[in-house]
């Protein structure tokens, strides 16, 4: 180790000065992009060069250091970079961004320089990677010996602040990461590597490292009885990475919030992802999902609340009813809730805008929305008191408009301002006298020159004198040497010679000259000084400024709700302590819409004490994936305060909603669609109570059919005897509709169809009892199999169906498949002639069937224990 520092010593000492300072810096950056400002350029050497010019797609190049050999260099315009720096960020990458703090002009040998701000997936303050309607969050994970974590988590952007504790295994991190959205996670350098790589090929989540997690001073505000002390650990790792790497004061930041997860209707990331709450499987956009449904907020910050409130459902039921109970008000009140949306539109981000003051890259422009949006403050307060209902008057009394600073902004700023604040013009006439004199003096000064030319010329008489203006030489008057004669002598000092021109200054240009000059320039540093003290007053409101934004967006969520509900005749749900779900011609939200003028077939659904399981059966494409979602989004719906697409819904309050929908394989951690089906199936019956929602969608597809179903009968024994929860299972499996006789609290259910001339048609409509038949290949006609493949699949159907009567019309090997055990000898069936019957080796082969316990089992030893028995079985 020390003869290779020796050695990078002796390297560097062959480099020119300005790159010794470059290798200084990076070597503190070795993780980001260097973006090392050299005049008007951000300049990159050696390894980040080459990199940066295959990301960015930018021409490398290459200057002499001092060394042997030329280094590799590329660089970005400073004005631009921006643009390069969010390409990076939106990669992965860090960008460290190390600028010229001195005068290069007045510098004694290398510029000084110095990183300013690292920018990271997590930290990013503007540009298009900052969702308007998401929240953009850097999170922090600790976790002690005894395996349980904590995680804080921070939108920089915004200045919000979360953490809650998680027990469990780690896919409770990773679950929760997911839910938020992590850009970023900071951990400590010993954190397992195996934890983070977790981290950053299931969450795309850059991984940092920061030491440091003392409670420096000023933390304490915002880390308020964060109790344990893990929790506090967590918070504090994540502001002092924040510090140190944003370099500046962020006044804006919130007291970080604790959360118990079990407080919320819970629902991990897969049966989130299953139910397209937020964004779609396939394309994995906002269109298609339920918050693009719900989506008629007129502000970002209710955007972003709307999201927040999707991922985390209520429990209590007062706090729900409250949110519905808003929302009826706005149903009954049309012009005022119209009212409040008009104004809602001219209301920009104060969250951000609050952001931007703290962090200190907010604009004139910046200033003059926040202007506008507080201008919109009284009257959306007097319409929510005029409503008079109890809960749209606790909202009006949050609503802060600030008088203050709405009163400093409209006397101060400009209302069409510069962009960038070191122009002039951003200040109003008669905010400060000083500025109101240069300005005076500027204006007056430029109206005398402008005068002087047509007086110069009436006293000399020479028609093409002019008066102009240049930056070395400043004001000068300017005559043809053929007019020089008709100067009045000892009036005009020659100021400069041109080919065929002097140029002249007088004693009153002179002097008019120092006055507009200096009036200019001091014009516009004063103006950047007042801006300045404008802006640090705006801090002193931005705790202020962010109770509003709360308040506002909680009314544009409410509001959005009320809307969505009017439009599509959705109906206040009413709950019921005694565990019933009752729900009359309920629609799928999203489907529905999607269809559009399209009538859309609704259903009933009724689960009590003695309906705890529908076992649903029906053929693929008829509907019975969509009912059972629309099941789950209407408890959704209900428990986050919104009415909900049925005529009638009585609910009880779940508590958590688990679903088995799909079949995908996880080709990150290496697991096939089975191994993911058990695992989520797992997920739900190890973590479900009476008062859960669990949707269970053809489990036991992954493998062959007597181990599906044997794992399907398992589970809804399991469910029905062990954990009592709402159930919806569909299946394939039509032997399982047998379970109803055994299991009280099962109750059958299919959706109809029907055949006319010999091809199906999808009723959608749920109906009592099993289906007849599976219809598959009328659905394989539908997709258009060729007619050999369908004819074939006719004949061996009809062979199987008929094999009990000896009309087995197949070749050997399909006549050895048809003599395999009925399906339905897994089933438990005591009464019936056939179990009187069976030998005591089958019965013992039952018996150890019914002793597996499949839930303590990987599902290798499942298939393992179900082979062997199988075995058993054929002799």
Request: proline fraction near 4%.
């Amino acid at each position: 180790m020390i003869e290779k520092q020796e050695r990078n010593l002796v390297r560097m000492a062959a480099y020119t000065p300005m790159i010794q300072q470059y290798l200084q810096v990076k070597a503190e950056y070795q993780d980001a992009f260097l973006f090392f400002r050299l005049g008007d350029f951000y300049e990159m050497f050696f390894e980040d060069a080459i990199k940066a010019s295959q990301e960015l797609e930018i021409t490398l190049t290459s200057r002499d250091g001092g060394g042997d050999e030329k280094i590799p260099m590329c660089g970005v315009p400073y004005h631009s970079a921006s643009t390069y720096i969010e390409q990076l960020i939106d990669k992965g990458y860090k960008v460290a961004i190390c600028e010229q703090m001195e005068d290069p002009k007045l510098a004694k040998g290398v510029v000084k320089r110095e990183v300013i701000q690292l920018i990271t997936p997590g930290t990013l303050m503007e540009g298009k990677s900052l969702a308007e309607k998401e929240n953009h969050y850097i999170a922090s994970v600790a976790s002690p010996a005894d395996g349980n974590f904590a995680i804080a988590y921070i939108d920089l952007s915004t200045g919000e602040g979360r953490a809650c504790l998680l027990e469990g295994p780690f896919e409770e991190v990773l679950n929760e990461l997911a839910s938020i959205g992590a850009k970023e996670a900071v951990v400590d350098p010993e954190f397992p590597d195996e934890y983070a790589r977790l981290m950053k090929n299931t969450g795309n989540i850059t991984i940092s490292f920061e030491t440091d997690t003392a409670v420096k001073e000023g933390f304490e505000r915002l880390l308020p009885q964060l109790e344990p002390e893990l929790l506090r650990l967590a918070a504090a790792r994540l502001l002092n990475y924040l510090f140190r790497t944003q370099k500046r004061s962020l006044d804006h930041l919130q007291p970080v919030e604790m959360y118990e997860v079990r407080r919320f209707l819970n629902i991990d990331y897969y049966s989130k992802r299953n139910l397209e709450l937020t964004e779609t499987i396939r394309g994995q956009g906002k269109k298609g999902s339920l918050l693009w449904l719900l989506d008629e907020t007129m502000t970002a910050m209710g955007g972003r609340l709307l999201k927040q409130w999707i991922g985390r459902p209520l429990l209590k039921q007062e706090k729900i009813e409250a949110r519905l109970q808003m929302v009826e008000t706005f149903l009954n009140h049309y012009f005022e809730r119209e009212d409040i949306r008009e104004r809602l539109k001219e209301v920009y981000d104060l969250e951000r805008l609050a952001g931007r003051v703290a962090f200190g890259n907010v604009n004139a422009r910046d200033l003059i929305q926040l202007k506008c949006s507080l201008q919109q403050i009284p009257g959306i307060r007097a319409v929510m008191e005029s409503l008079e209902s109890p809960e749209s008057k606790k909202l009006a009394a949050l609503l802060d408009p600030c008088e203050e600073l709405t009163d400093l902004l409209e006397r101060a700023i400009e209302d069409n301002p510069p962009v960038s604040v070191k122009e002039g013009g951003m200040i109003r006439d008669g905010y400060n006298e000083e500025l109101d004199r240069y300005r005076d003096a500027s204006k007056n000064g430029k109206q005398w020159i402008a005068s002087l030319e047509r007086d110069e010329r009436e006293r000399t008489g020479i028609k093409s004198l002019k008066v102009g203006y240049n930056r070395v030489f400043g004001y000068y008057i300017e005559v043809t040497k053929a007019n020089l004669h008709l100067l009045e002598e000892g009036r005009y000092e020659r100021k400069q010679t041109l080919a065929n021109a002097e140029r002249f200054i007088t004693p009153e240009l002179k002097e008019k000259e120092a006055l507009i000059l200096q009036a200019e320039e001091r014009m516009i540093d004063l103006e950047y000084e007042l801006f300045t003290e404008i802006r640090a007053h705006v801090k002193e409101f931005i705790p202020r400024l962010q109770r509003l934004a709360k308040a506002v967006s909680t009314i544009d969520v409410l509001q959005s709700f009320a809307v969505v509900s009017e439009k599509r005749h959705y109906t206040k749900p009413v709950f019921r302590e005694d565990g019933v779900l009752k729900i009359t011609e309920g629609r799928h939200p999203v489907v529905e819409k999607v269809l559009d003028s399209q009538s859309y077939v609704p259903n009933d659904c009724l689960m009590d004490e003695n309906r705890e399981i529908l076992l649903i059966t029906g053929p693929n494409m008829s509907g019975k994936s969509t009912y059972m979602r629309q099941i789950a989004l209407t408890v959704i719906l209900a428990q986050i305060g919104c009415f909900v697409p049925a005529r009638e819904a009585e609910l009880p309050v779940f508590d958590r909603i688990f679903t088995r929908i799909g079949a995908a394989d996880d080709l990150i951690s290496g697991q096939s669609t089975f191994m993911v089906e058990m695992l989520e199936a797992k997920n739900a019956i190890a973590n479900a109570t009476e008062r859960s929602l669990i949707l269970f969608d053809e489990i036991g597809r992954g493998t062959s059919t007597y181990d599906g179903m044997a794992l399907a009968q398992a589970m809804i024994e399991y469910i029905h005897d062990e954990i009592g929860a709402k159930t919806l299972f569909s299946t394939h499996y039509h032997e399982l509709t047998a379970l109803s006789a055994e299991l009280g609290k099962l109750q059958n259910v299919h959706v109809s169809a029907m055949e006319q001339n010999g091809k199906v048609v999808f009723l959608h409509k749920i109906k009592e009892g099993p289906a007849d038949k599976s219809y598959g290949i009328h659905v394989a006609k539908l997709a258009g199999l060729p007619e050999q493949v369908i004819r074939r699949a006719e004949k061996i159907l009809h062979a199987l169906e008929n094999q009990d009567n000896g009309e087995t019309q197949m070749n050997p090997p399909e006549a050895a498949a048809a003599t395999e055990p009925a399906q339905l000898s897994f089933f438990e069936e005591p009464e019936t002639p056939r179990q009187k019957t069976v030998e005591a080796k089958e019965r013992k082969v039952l018996k150890q069937i019914r002793e597996l316990d499949l839930l303590e089992m990987t599902p290798l030893a499942a298939m393992n224990a179900l082979y062997e028995i199988q075995k058993k079985l054929k002799k």
